[in-house]
């Protein structure tokens, strides 16, 4: 699965006179490359074992680097297969969509071997076992998704993509350095081992500076208020594609990052930070609410409302409990599918009025554009947390896992962490609520476009299986809780 997208890459180096002479050639050879890579995502979701979640499946475990102890160990359990299926999913729907609306400034080839690069670097996360391989895949993701943003972003691509890249490097130097403290003191890298350890054979002060360090790495890239503000940037001004797989695919690595290495590897670490990390969450979800609600861009809003979603992702990790974490898995893929969509929407949106600007947008979309109007309904009811989709799951089974945390965290403190964070989803609904009056009500502005083009096959293509897999999660829940419960009790020694 992650030589796949891997070898298509290269192969793009090949002389373009000879191989894939035109931009719709290469067009649709990333759609293709991408596509297989996504049936061999969906094979392994049909082969695995249900019933063996909490095991490693799957994989492949060989010799690397013999001398200092690294292997090649890749493999999938109830934890990472939801996001591998949902990371090859979103990547296949970004060439679908950039098929027919490539970004502006031309270079499909070398946007399509970007994105192919990108992808290996989320897979191989979300695949590797090993600390260095799982390190060296996370930063992988770094080049390409800067170039994205440098390239085809916005007006200010620039700023935003230094930033981007600034931020996150800090955030990978603090990360390593935690990884190896646990690696040297435990005595080997290999994540399936130390996760069965639950921190054996590393002292309390060991487990506390490395999940400090390792938990700071991760909290870059998640984002954690108050190490977010490269996000809205980069968000604002990469392209459609650059910022549906940077909602959707690589704000997960943080969190996941903290679920399968830090939290088993030093779990007295975990329950000393979490009051903490905790407060930082309710933090990052009172203000990423508030942040919205002053917001006039569109792409701006929805990038600071990951904020306020992602501390709910948060918030269920610093419960350290099943419930806590199983709110911060589902939340993980819920925000993914709705905040993908999202992006896709708003990208359309720009495409038709020129515009992200919800001042120079107006209202009266439901009558110019209903469909395009409906979509974009449908997805701000979803990140809201409307019963019935996605959404709601991830920030209710959050505010649980608050009410009731780990006996050895302060129940007090967390029933206020939780009270603030059910505010901050009221606000979630306010600032929803406002941008749907805003543009899809109303009456139009005076100058704007008489008639809107009308929704593409691509788009449709790009948004369905994004709506369906929120209504089915959101439906059926059972559908992920089913596969995450087992590993998760098995990262607190349970079966």
């Known amino acids: 699965m992650t030589a796949i997208p891997l070898l298509g890459a290269v192969l793009l180096l090949l002389p373009a006179g000879r191989f894939l002479p035109g931009d719709a050639a290469v067009a649709r050879y990333g759609a293709g490359v991408s596509g297989a890579t996504l049936l061999v995502a969906v094979s392994a979701a049909t082969a695995f074992d249900y019933g063996k979640a909490s095991e490693t499946q799957l994989g492949v475990n060989a010799s690397w680097a013999p001398s200092i102890g690294l292997r090649f160990h890749l493999g999938a359990d109830g934890i990472s297969l939801p996001l591998i299926v949902l990371t090859a999913l979103l990547t296949f729907l970004c060439f679908l969509y950039t098929m027919k609306h490539p970004p502006a400034g ?39 998704m800067y170039a994205i943003i440098a390239i085809w972003g916005g007006s200010d691509r620039s700023f935003a993509a230094r930033k981007f890249i600034l931020y996150t490097l800090l955030g990978s130097g603090l990360l390593l350095v935690g990884m190896l403290l646990v690696g040297v003191k435990a005595g080997t890298l290999d994540m399936t081992e130390l996760a069965a ?61 903290i679920i399968r290495v830090a939290l088993p590897a030093a779990p007295q670490g975990a329950a000393y930070w979490a009051p903490w990390l905790g407060l930082f969450a309710v933090i990052g979800i009172i203000y990423g609410a508030l942040a919205c609600l002053a917001q006039t861009d569109l792409k ?89 989709l996605a959404g709601f799951w991830g920030e209710m089974l959050a505010l649980l896992g608050a009410y009731k945390p780990h006996a050895a965290l302060p129940r007090t403190t967390f029933v206020v962490f939780m009270a603030v964070a059910a505010l901050g989803a009221v606000l979630t609904a306010a600032y929803f609520l406002r941008l749907l009056a805003k543009i899809t009500h109303g009456t139009p502005q005076p100058d704007a476009p008489a008639g809107v083009a009308r929704i593409s096959a691509y788009e449709y293509a790009a948004w369905t299986p994004l709506i369906a897999a929120t209504l089915l999660v959101g439906l059926w829940p059972k559908t992920l809780l089913a596969v995450t419960t087992g590993p998760v009790r098995a990262l607190f020694g349970g079966g």
Not at 119 to 138: R, S
Not at 200 to 227: C, D, E
Not at 237 to 243: L, N
């Open 197 to 257: 350890r639950h921190g054996a054979g590393l002292s309390r002060g060991v487990q506390i500076t490395a999940f400090l360090l390792m938990g700071l790495g991760f909290a870059v890239k998640t984002p954690m208020w108050p190490l977010h503000t490269w996000l809205p940037d980069a968000h604002t001004e990469a392209p459609t594609v650059g910022s549906v797989l940077l909602a959707g695919a690589l704000l997960k690595m943080g969190t996941y990052g």
């Open 106 to 144: 031309g270079q499909i080839r070398l946007l399509t071997g970007l994105l192919l690069v990108l992808e290996v670097g989320m897979l191989g996360t979300f695949t590797a076992l090993d600390l260095v391989l799982f390190f060296v895949a996370f930063e992988i993701v770094l080049v390409p």
């Open 300 to 388: 701006r809003m929805i990038a600071f409302s990951s904020v306020g979603h992602m501390g709910f992702v948060l918030l269920g990790i610093a419960t350290l409990t099943p419930v806590g974490i199983n709110a911060a898995l589902f939340g993980n893929i819920a925000h993914g599918l709705i905040t993908g969509l999202l992006f896709f929407v708003a990208g359309s949106v720009k495409d038709r009025y020129g515009t992200g600007d919800l001042r120079e947008i107006g209202g009266g979309m439901l009558a110019s554009s209903p469909r395009l109007a409906g979509t974009l309904t449908f997805a701000a009811v979803a990140s809201l947390g409307l019963p019935g």
